[in-house]
């Protein structure tokens, strides 16, 4: 048995080094100068020490308001996403209504759609209403995700049904009794699917691509490709970390303060069954 764990611990350890090896390397590049990194750019130790490829990034573009365009996107579509997914979820485990089934099985078939194939019709539902270059056009389209509400609907549905029965016995409305009880109860699995919704977001290239063609709503991945149109900032591999180092940070910030809330959601949500 100590054998099997020392392999198990063995191979854990090995794949935690391919996975963290990218990243490291990343930051080892971003923070070495870029003329040393034209004459070696493969070492994995800083063959120099400088902060200028990141104040760099800063000071190109509109980096600062490309930033605060992401926050204030992932921020409101997160809650917003939360909000109705919870409210959905809540209404296929614990309450009965004539073609609950076909419309949960409808609403997971959606995982088999392809985002891209939605672009076209989203497009021109946004443009209809003149809706390009917003916020609420580069979040509201995330707000309808099927994995979120399959996550929450597992959750609550391993929550007892005497739970409900005893809040409506004393009189609470079906909305008291979600927001007032199930809504604290189920906070492991609220920030799990919050995380993956705010990694989502944050992540997205294609849709804030098409939507927004005024660079002042570019949002951080957008905005930071739209770097590469510089030759300077193209062939500068330090510049390149930098500006990969500075989008991915709030989400490295944000797994290592929920990571344990993360585990503890994707474990209670697996015990449910339809």
Not at 181 to 189: F, Q, W
Request: aromatic share 12%.
């Amino acid at each position: 048995m100590k054998i099997k764990n020392l392999i198990i611990t063995i191979l854990l350890i090995v794949l935690a080094v391919v996975w963290i090896l990218p990243l490291y390397w990343m930051i080892v590049m971003a923070i070495t100068p870029n003329d040393l990194l034209k004459l070696n750019s493969t070492a994995l130790w800083p063959q120099g020490f400088t902060l200028q490829n990141f104040f760099g990034v800063l000071k190109i573009g509109l980096t600062v308001r490309w930033f605060l365009n992401s926050i204030i996107v992932t921020v409101l579509g997160t809650a917003l996403t939360l909000i109705l997914q919870a409210m959905a979820a809540f209404a296929f485990a614990k309450m009965r209504f004539k073609g609950r089934q076909l419309l949960f099985s409808l609403t997971l078939a959606g995982l088999m759609v392809p985002k891209e194939a939605m672009f076209i019709p989203l497009f021109l539902m946004f443009a209809q209403i003149n809706g390009h270059n917003s916020y609420a056009a580069l979040y509201l389209p995330r707000v309808a995700i099927p994995m979120g509400v399959f996550i929450m609907a597992q959750f609550f549905k391993g929550i007892p049904d005497s739970v409900t029965e005893a809040a409506q016995i004393d009189g609470a409305t079906p909305l008291r009794t979600f927001f007032n009880i199930i809504m604290p109860m189920s906070i492991p699995a609220l920030t799990s699917v919050g995380i993956f919704t705010y990694i989502l977001t944050w992540n997205d290239f294609l849709w804030p691509l098409v939507s927004a063609t005024r660079k002042e709503m570019f949002t951080i991945t957008t905005g930071l490709a739209s770097l590469q149109g510089n030759f300077a900032q193209a062939t500068e591999l330090g510049s390149l970390m930098a500006r990969g180092v500075i989008a991915g940070l709030p989400l490295f910030i944000l797994f290592l303060i929920f990571q344990r809330h993360l585990i503890r959601g994707i474990s209670m949500s697996s015990g449910g069954k339809y």
